[in-house]
Structures are given as C-alpha cells and as structure tokens.
C-alpha cells in the first residue's frame, strides 16, 4: 500500500507552540485571582494522628481556609485498582509525605506560613522498610486487609522435571531501587467551576477520564459533575497515571467555590510522587548443553510502599514477563507485591519489566559463559518466534521480531573490532554487552479499550475526538497520521479534539504503551464508521445503490460509473448534517486463570535487542557508556523520528537505571542528590528500526515507547561484566558497586 | 522600580527586592515561556540571557538585572518569524514534552553567538546544565549542529 500520512517525517503537531513557549503547562494556566493551595505532609512514615490544631494557622493573614480529611464529602480513598490511599489522612499516616492539611489562601507565601503553625501531634508507629519483614507473620499491620498486596503465579510444564534434564543450571538473586520519574515539570494545575458549574480541572495528567472518576468519588458527584481537562504535560513516564493534585484542586474548589491553582515545589514532587518498585528477583535457569532453556523457577519479592497503586499491575507483568524473549517449556515464577512505610510505588516505564529483563539477561549471559556460547548465539537459539508457545500458554501467531532484532545487532558487533584495553590506561577495560526484552502492548489480561469519534460537518470541517492524553511522546501527531491515512484528506485538514472529559470519551491510559496501537486502531473503526455512514448518505443523494459505492482518498466513488466521486465534505454539505463514525477497540486477550496465571494477556508484543560498549575506570569505579546500538521491532513506525525520538531518550533514561538512579525515601529531595542522565553522561546512539508489522495493528504498528527503555542496562550490566571480570547484581551500578566489584575480582 | 532592556525593549517595573527574575518573568511580566523545574538551578528550565550569557533565572534576584540586557524565550522567534534554532528544533524531533525546550533554546543562542562553529563536544558542553528527561539529547544536538554556517 503506498502510505501519504503514515511512514513520513513531518514535525509533530504540538512543537511550534512549545518552540515559542506558548505551551501553556500547569504552572502556566492563567486563571483570575486563584487562591494558593498549600499540602501539609507527614514529617514521619508511620504514626497515629492524635490531633490537629489549626488555630494559629487560621490566623495567619491571606488564610482562607484549611481542610482536613473531615471536608471530603465522598469517599477519601483513591487508587488505580486497589482504592487505599487517602487523599488527606485522617487517623494515621503510612510514609513520609502522607497529605494530612490542605491550606488555602490568597498568597503562597500565606499558605506556607500557616503550614507551618498547623500543629500535629504523632503517635509513632513502628516503620517497616523492608518488604521481607512485612510478609512476617507477627508484622504490623500497614493496612487492615495485611501486607501482602498480591501473590501471582505463572506455572507451565514441570519445573522439577526441567532441572533434572539440565546440564547447566545457574542461580542468582538482583535486586533494584526506587527511580524517580523525573518529569521535569513539577506537577501543578487549576481548579474552577466553569460555566455550566462542572468542578474543572486543568493538569499535567496522562489520563484523564481515570482522573474524572476518582475526583467524582471523592467528592461524591456524578461524573458528568467533574470535567478534566490535560493541559501541556511535561513528560509522565507513568508518573502521572495516579491522580497527584487532581483530587486536591479539587477538594479546595469545590468548598470555596472559587479558582484555586496548586504548584508543587521539585522537592515535593520527589517525595509524595510515586517511584519505581524496587524488586528482589530470585532467578534459577536450566539449560542444555546446546544452549536450549528447559526451565526457570523465579521468585520477585516487590516493594508498593504504602499503597497499592500500580503494585499489583507490576507484580503480574513482572511474573508474566519472567522468560524474557525466549521459549521455555517449564516455568514457575511466583511473584509477591508487599506494603512496606517507604515511598510508595508506582507505575513507571515498563511496568516491572525493566527489572526483570535485568534479570534474566543477566541470567542468559551467565549460561553462555558457563556454556563458552556467544551471548547473542545463545539468544537466536531460545528467542520467540512465529508459533512459539510463552510462558502462559499463549501460541504468538504474527510479528515477532526478536530474532530479527538480534541479527542486527549482531551484524553491527560483527563488524566492531576486538577491543582492545589502551595499554597506556591499563585501569580502563572496555567491554560489549547485549539485553533482549519483550513487551506486552496494553494492559495485562483485562479489558483494556479505547474509543474514538470522527465526524464531519456540513462546513466541511473535520474533526477527530479523542480522549489520549500526549504527554509529549507525540499520539496527538500520531493518532492524526492515522485518521488522515484512513480517511485520505491531509492532516492539517483534521481538527484535533482531545484530552478533555466534556467533550471526548474514554480513550483509557497513556500507558503500557498501548495508545498507538489500541486508540488508533479505535480511530480506524470510527473511521470505518464514518466511511460506511457517507456511503450511505451518498447513495441516497446520488440514487446510486450502496453496494455500487466504495470510499477512496476522502471521496465515495461508484465501481460501476468511474466518473461518478462525491467528496466526504460535499455529502455533508448536501445532506446538511454532521456525518459521524463512533470507534472503539479492545485487544484480544484473556483473563490469566489466578493459579497458572495462562491464558493471553496481551494481543501482541514489541520486541528489541540493545548492545552497549563500555569503559569502566577500575580506580574511580566510573563506567562510560561510548555506544549503543538500538534494535527495535515496533510493527510499524507511523512517525519514525518520533520513533527514534522514543528510543534516544530511553537509551538515556536505562543509563540512568543502569548507573546512577536510586532514590531513598526521606533522604533525596533534589536534583542535586538525585542525579538523572545529562548531555555528558548519555552514550551515542545508533537507532535501528525493524518492522515487522503487526497484523492487528493500525497499519502494522505496535508501540515503542517502554521497549525503548528496558533493554539498555541489562546490555549495560553485561558489558560492565564483560569489561571487568565480575557480575554485578544490584542497581544501580554506582561508583562503590563497581569499585566492590573490581575489588571482588582481584581477591577471586 | 527598576529599569532593564527586556527582549529588545526598555521596561520599567515595580518588583519586591527579594523575588527572583524568574518569578518577575512569569509572575508580573506574564512571561511563562521560562519554566521552573526545580528552583534551586540544578535543571536549567529557567535559562534565559543576561547581557547574552544563559544564566538560571531561578538564581537571579531580579534588581540585579537593573540596567541590563534580558533575554527569553518570548524574545527568540514568533509565529511569523522562527528563530532558526526554533525552526531546526522542530524540524529535528528535538521537542518531545516541551518543558526544557525554551531553556536549551536559550543557550544554544548563546552558543551559536559566541561559536558559530562547535563541535559536538562544545555543544554537549553548552547545554550540559539542561536537563531533559525525554529526548535522551540526541535530537537537541543534532538540531544545533544543523545550525553550523
């Protein structure tokens, strides 16, 4: 098929308005003489609230008013599934950072102060930190219900029976930290009553229909009471999939019934936004002496914090994604998410599966070496392919590309040369190392739909509705291509209709890297729709059977009359009303049975292979990273500088992962000692793109956006190994793990 | 009161002694094309030129801009007219989620004045006090070194 919209470089729709700064992002809003919102937060991780006093903070000049968890008219408890986390607390605080006041008053500087003279008094509780201690039987209690969130299981074959049959089997426990996001713009929003009274909220938000109904719980309103609206949104990452100020505004706007603005400071943002779930992964493989996998047992033990979040979510993709790319016929995976008093967790670019691939790449390195087999050989030999069975009894029938992915990167570390330590820097050793990883598209085994509108109207002018959220990933130019690839009219002649409660419907999270491939295939069906809808009308007007007509290039055409075409706009203008096509899409997939966790819980896969060369400096401990090469298997790439976009910076976001991110709770605030990737620090990039369509997919594409990430530290770590002589297994790989490291390996 | 020229136009504004720059931009001034993102200069989002030098405008008391020449993001380019770097940003995927860019775009300014020549390391150098959590730099330095006469 030759594509006009889709496959091509044009700049991205939203990237003028932000060149010029006129991007308008939640600190930005305007918005008449707000009232400032100030949180007051738990200086403690676990305590009783024995009592508040509010009086001199109330007498602080500028001071409106000062809610507590008695204010919130509905249910004060939000969460993506698990609902457990208070929007202000009201008896007991659970980590440090817990909301328990929300201040409002005509200046920030008046809010701040009366922050200050709130007085409560604690009660301290003991505080568990460590997710072993709260899966003891005598632990206390973080929540009612116990501390063990989830227990999750992926059983396939007979694991006993696959060790036996080993010829090599090796064992090993990684472990990761906390990351932050790192968004660079803080959250911040407004809150108002527009002019129908609807509670308004404009925000940075990934998701704002999930935004609408927990406002709509927690101030006990029908829904169609409470309208978000996304406004520029300064990178997400999953960070903004939990509501984080929504609520807030919210709770403020509602009892004052007049504007009210929050800005979190970067200091806050770090402490009560949500964090990647670091994870214990206990991990045994089997192999055969020709390379062949026959069993893993692995055991993840998972961090959520104080709420639920997304730990369930992550404890499930974790299990699921245990194999790696690769077939293996016996498999047991258990997969634990516990409640502990640290920060809480999240979602966070991967869903766990970063974590895991750290894992059992390192797993996969670790038998070609006992193996002497090349690391990316013994990859081809157990990677996915067309027909392949996966761990939950899933047959893949179409767009595998891993193998593909490989031989690419493997041409590319053909042609390096041997490398070689400088003999003049004999403390500098140089190392190539390689990660696979698979990618579920969408959410795990549940319902998981978006939906879309296309319409057009007697003035001509066509309008695409959809309620995706671009957090700068670039759907809104994406999802564009698609409809005017469908629709066959240029992409500047389609208005853009998004993000906003009152006036989209449900296109579900930007997340899981799901929104090309789901809400643009919902955009094909309203296209479709649409299409069906002008055929029809154009029949009527014309007199012509509809079975004589066809849709083509923006035109309905007759088959028999070549010269009979009547353009989309023309139908709607003769028939002076707004033609309309309503799409939905929901991936095939099935619920995992809860014991053996089979069953189909993506409806396809992104797959991608990442070679990283190293120096590691034995006397420092710093690691350099000069190269990666960047193998991706996305479908289709609709934009394929977006593409790329979404591969360079996920490179940088897993050198970060792989190197230097490790958040502490209570302790990091800043960027001064939370130390993110900059231009010195990131490798070069060479970017490849396989497309290996997805026959599901809108124009064969999948999704690229958290497969851009997760394979670059385990290609790190390996190399990091390689160059040194010693693995290591925990992350980061700070200056004192690599200095162990290198020290591990003189005594050895 | 104080006086400073303000993208090519002499201002004169009342501002309390203790605000930053940044909070005169994009509190009085209406100026939001500068962002705040940490507030303690670790970030590099409220870059704009002083006298022709990048400087975090979070760090800047504003009458000590009294008499000096300021730059931002509002001053860069318009509709009508992009900047070059504006123009080569888009052109070159260097814009994802669009909170550093205005920074960046400021100190690649400044780059390209005083070096209209720098090669890849000097530009990695110029724009090493940005961060930018979503494009991995690539793109950004690829858009800069498009500008090299």
Same mark, same amino acid.
């Given at each position: 098929?030759?594509?006009?919209?889709?496959?091509?470089?044009?700049?991205?729709?939203?990237?003028?308005?932000?060149?010029?700064?006129?991007?308008?992002?939640?600190?930005?809003?305007?918005?008449?003489?707000?009232?400032?919102?100030?949180?007051?937060?738990?200086?403690?991780?676990?305590?009783?609230?024995?009592?508040?006093?509010?009086?001199?903070?109330?007498?602080?000049?500028?001071?409106?008013?000062?809610?507590?968890?008695?204010?919130?008219?509905?249910?004060?408890?939000?969460?993506?599934?698990?609902?457990?986390?208070?929007?202000?607390?009201?008896?007991?605080?659970?980590?440090?950072?817990?909301?328990?006041?929300?201040?409002?008053?005509?200046?920030?500087?008046?809010?701040?102060?009366?922050?200050?003279?709130?007085?409560?008094?604690?009660?301290?509780?003991?505080?568990?930190?460590?997710?072993?201690?709260?899966?003891?039987?005598?632990?206390?209690?973080?929540?009612?219900?116990?501390?063990?969130?989830?227990?999750?299981?992926?059983?396939?074959?007979?694991?006993?029976?696959?060790?036996?049959?080993?010829?090599?089997?090796?064992? !090993?426990?990684?472990?990761?930290?906390?990351?932050?996001?790192?968004?660079?713009?803080?959250?911040?929003?407004?809150?108002?009553?527009?002019?129908?009274?609807?509670?308004?909220?404009?925000?940075?938000?990934?998701?704002?229909?999930?935004?609408?109904?927990?406002?709509?719980?927690?101030?006990?309103?029908?829904?169609?009471?409470?309208?978000?609206?996304?406004?520029?949104?300064?990178?997400?990452?999953?960070?903004?999939?939990?509501?984080?100020?929504?609520?807030?505004?919210?709770?403020?706007?509602?009892?004052?019934?007049?504007?009210?603005?929050?800005?979190?400071?970067?200091?806050?943002?770090?402490?009560?936004?949500?964090?990647?779930?670091?994870?214990?992964?206990?991990?045994?493989?089997?192999?055969?002496?020709?390379?062949?996998?026959?069993?893993?047992?692995?055991?993840?033990?998972?961090?959520?914090?104080?709420?639920?979040?997304?730990?369930?979510?992550?404890?499930?993709?974790?299990?699921?994604?245990?194999?790696?790319?690769?077939?293996?016929?016996?498999?047991?995976?258990?997969?634990?998410?516990?409640?502990?008093?640290?920060?809480?967790?999240?979602?966070?670019?991967?869903?766990?599966?970063?974590?895991?691939?750290?894992?059992?790449?390192?797993?996969?390195?670790?038998?070609?070496?006992?193996?002497?087999?090349?690391?990316?050989?013994?990859?081809?030999?157990?990677?996915?392919?067309?027909?392949?069975?996966?761990?939950?009894?899933?047959?893949?029938?179409?767009?595998?590309?891993?193998?593909?992915?490989?031989?690419?990167?493997?041409?590319?570390?053909?042609?390096?040369?041997?490398?070689?330590?400088?003999?003049?820097?004999?403390?500098?050793?140089?190392?190539?190392?390689?990660?696979?990883?698979?990618?579920?598209?969408?959410?795990?085994?549940?319902? *998981?739909?978006?939906?879309?509108?296309?319409?057009?109207?007697?003035?001509?002018?066509?309008?695409?509705?959809?309620?995706?959220?671009?957090?700068?990933?670039?759907?809104?130019?994406?999802?564009?291509?698609?409809?005017?690839?469908?629709?066959?009219?240029?992409?500047? +002649?389609?208005?853009?209709?998004?993000?906003?409660?009152?006036?989209?419907?449900?296109?579900?999270?930007?997340?899981?890297?799901?929104?090309?491939?789901?809400?643009?295939?919902?955009?094909?069906? =309203?296209?479709?729709?649409?299409?069906?809808?002008?055929?029809?009308?154009?029949?009527?007007?014309?007199?012509?059977?509809?079975?004589?007509?066809?849709? !083509?290039?923006?035109?309905?055409?007759?088959?028999?009359?070549?010269?009979?075409?009547?353009?989309?706009?023309?139908?709607?203008?003769?028939?002076?009303?707004?033609?309309?096509?309503?799409?939905?899409?929901?991936?095939?997939?099935?619920?995992?049975?809860?014991?053996?966790?089979?069953?189909?819980?993506?409806?396809?896969?992104?797959?991608?292979?990442?070679?990283?060369?190293?120096?590691?400096?034995?006397?420092?401990?710093?690691?350099?990273?000069?190269?990666?090469?960047?193998?991706?298997?996305?479908?289709?790439?609709?934009?394929?500088?977006?593409?790329?976009?979404?591969?360079?910076?996920?490179?940088?976001?897993?050198?970060?992962?792989?190197?230097?991110?490790?958040?502490?709770?209570?302790?990091?605030?800043?960027?001064?000692?939370?130390?993110?990737?900059?231009?010195?620090?990131?490798?070069?990039?060479?970017?490849?793109?396989?497309?290996?369509?997805?026959?599901?997919?809108?124009?064969?594409?999948?999704?690229?956006? +958290?497969?851009?990430?997760?394979?670059?530290?385990?290609?790190?770590?390996?190399?990091?190994?390689?160059?040194?002589?010693?693995?290591?297994?925990?992350?980061?790989?700070?200056?004192?793990?690599?200095?162990?490291?290198?020290?591990?390996?003189?005594?050895? | 009161?104080?006086?400073?020229?303000?993208?090519?136009?002499?201002?004169?504004?009342?501002?309390?002694?203790?605000?930053?720059?940044?909070?005169?931009?994009?509190?009085?001034?209406?100026?939001?094309?500068?962002?705040?993102?940490?507030?303690?200069?670790?970030?590099?989002?409220?870059?704009?030129?002083?006298? /022709?030098?990048?400087?975090?405008?979070?760090?800047?008391?504003?009458?000590?801009?009294?008499?000096?020449?300021?730059?931002?993001?509002?001053?860069?380019?318009?509709?009508?007219?992009?900047?070059?770097?504006?123009?080569?940003?888009?052109?070159?995927?260097?814009?994802?989620? /669009?909170?550093?860019?205005?920074?960046?775009?400021?100190?690649?300014?400044?780059?390209?004045?005083?070096?209209?020549?720098? *090669?890849?390391? +000097?530009?990695?150098?110029?724009?090493?006090?940005?961060?930018?959590?979503?494009?991995?730099?690539?793109?950004?330095?690829?858009?800069?070194? =498009?500008?090299? !006469?």
């Amino acid at each position: 098929m030759n594509m006009r919209q889709v496959g091509i470089e044009i700049p991205k729709v939203d990237v003028l308005e932000k060149a010029l700064g006129e991007a308008k992002y939640g600190a930005d809003l305007p918005c008449q003489e707000p009232l400032h919102l100030k949180v007051l937060r738990s200086p403690t991780s676990h305590a009783k609230i024995v009592r508040m006093q509010m009086e001199k903070a109330l007498r602080v000049s500028g001071v409106e008013r000062i809610f507590t968890a008695k204010d919130i008219p509905g249910k004060n408890l939000v969460g993506t599934i698990v609902k457990d986390q208070p929007i202000l607390a009201s008896d007991r605080v659970r980590y440090i950072g817990d909301a328990v006041a929300l201040i409002a008053a005509r200046t920030e500087e008046a809010a701040e102060e009366a922050a200050q003279k709130v007085v409560v008094v604690y009660e301290d509780l003991p505080s568990i930190i460590h997710p072993e201690e709260a899966l003891h039987p005598h632990a206390p209690l973080i929540h009612e219900k116990g501390n063990l969130l989830l227990e999750f299981h992926v059983i396939k074959g007979d694991v006993q029976k696959g060790f036996k049959e080993a010829e090599v089997v090796v064992e !090993e426990t990684y472990t990761t930290t906390w990351v932050d996001h790192a968004y660079l713009e803080p959250d911040a929003g407004i809150s108002y009553l527009d002019e129908k009274g609807r509670i308004t909220i404009v925000c940075p938000t990934q998701n704002v229909h999930y935004d609408q109904k927990e406002v709509a719980s927690v101030l006990s309103l029908p829904l169609d009471q409470v309208r978000i609206i996304q406004c520029s949104t300064g990178g997400g990452f999953g960070g903004r999939l939990d509501v984080t100020i929504q609520c807030l505004l919210a709770l403020a706007a509602f009892h004052l019934k007049q504007p009210v603005r929050i800005v979190y400071s970067r200091e806050e943002v770090f402490q009560v936004t949500s964090k990647r779930h670091p994870l214990t992964i206990r991990y045994k493989s089997g192999a055969k002496k020709d390379g062949k996998l026959i069993a893993i047992e692995v055991d993840i033990l998972g961090d959520t914090g104080a709420y639920a979040s997304y730990g369930g979510t992550v404890a499930i993709r974790s299990a699921v994604h245990a194999t790696g790319p690769y077939q293996v016929p016996n498999v047991k995976v258990r997969s634990r998410m516990a409640y502990t008093n640290n920060s809480w967790s999240g979602a966070m670019r991967g869903f766990g599966v970063p974590q895991m691939a750290f894992a059992h790449e390192s797993q996969m390195d670790l038998l070609a070496q006992a193996l002497k087999m090349d690391p990316i050989e013994i990859r081809l030999k157990n990677c996915l392919r067309v027909g392949s069975e996966t761990a939950t009894g899933q047959t893949l029938t179409a767009s595998v590309g891993i193998g593909e992915t490989l031989k690419k990167v493997k041409e590319w570390r053909d042609k390096l040369s041997l490398l070689k330590d400088d003999s003049k820097k004999p403390f500098i050793k140089k190392g190539v190392g390689i990660g696979s990883m698979w990618y579920g598209i969408g959410n795990t085994g549940i319902a *998981n739909p978006s939906t879309a509108q296309m319409e057009i109207d007697p003035d001509g002018e066509i309008r695409l509705f959809t309620g995706v959220a671009d957090i700068g990933q670039g759907s809104d130019t994406v999802l564009l291509q698609i409809a005017s690839e469908a629709i066959g009219v240029s992409l500047d +002649e389609i208005r853009l209709i998004r993000a906003d409660t009152a006036v989209t419907t449900d296109a579900g999270a930007t997340s899981a890297s799901r929104q090309t491939y789901i809400s643009g295939n919902a955009i094909l069906d =309203a296209i479709k729709n649409l299409k069906h809808s002008a055929i029809q009308e154009a029949s009527q007007l014309l007199n012509i059977d509809e079975n004589d007509l066809f849709f !083509e290039n923006g035109k309905v055409k007759s088959r028999t009359c070549l010269t009979t075409s009547i353009p989309l706009r023309e139908i709607a203008k003769r028939c002076a009303k707004i033609l309309k096509g309503e799409g939905s899409f929901d991936p095939e997939t099935t619920k995992l049975d809860p014991q053996t966790g089979q069953g189909v819980p993506y409806a396809t896969y992104a797959f991608a292979t990442h070679l990283a060369e190293v120096e590691v400096d034995t006397e420092s401990g710093k690691v350099s990273v000069n190269r990666v090469i960047a193998s991706h298997d996305v479908g289709k790439a609709i934009h394929p500088q977006n593409v790329i976009g979404q591969i360079m910076g996920g490179v940088a976001m897993g050198t970060g992962f792989a190197l230097m991110e490790e958040y502490v709770p209570g302790e990091k605030t800043s960027f001064v000692n939370y130390l993110i990737p900059t231009s010195k620090d990131v490798p070069e990039v060479i970017p490849i793109v396989v497309e290996d369509k997805e026959p599901t997919g809108p124009f064969g594409a999948k999704g690229v956006g +958290e497969p851009a990430l997760i394979p670059s530290a385990p290609a790190i770590l390996n190399a990091i190994a390689e160059a040194i002589g010693q693995r290591i297994y925990d992350l980061p790989a700070n200056l004192e793990r690599v200095l162990g490291a290198v020290q591990k390996r003189k005594l050895a | 009161m104080i006086t400073f020229m303000l993208n090519g136009k002499e201002i004169q504004v009342e501002v309390p002694p203790h605000w930053t720059l940044l909070r005169l931009l994009r509190e009085k001034l209406c100026l939001t094309g500068t962002k705040e993102g940490c507030g303690i200069g670790e970030c590099g989002s409220c870059t704009v030129l002083l006298d /022709g030098m990048p400087v975090n405008a979070c760090l800047i008391l504003a009458p000590k801009v009294e008499g000096r020449r300021v730059e931002t993001i509002e001053g860069l380019g318009s509709r009508e007219s992009l900047h070059p770097l504006q123009k080569s940003f888009m052109d070159h995927g260097a814009i994802q989620c /669009g909170f550093c860019t205005p920074g960046i775009l400021m100190s690649s300014k400044a780059l390209l004045e005083k070096n209209s020549q720098p *090669n890849r390391e +000097e530009i990695k150098e110029a724009i090493s006090g940005h961060l930018c959590r979503c494009t991995g730099y690539h793109q950004i330095i690829e858009a800069i070194e =498009a500008l090299k !006469e």
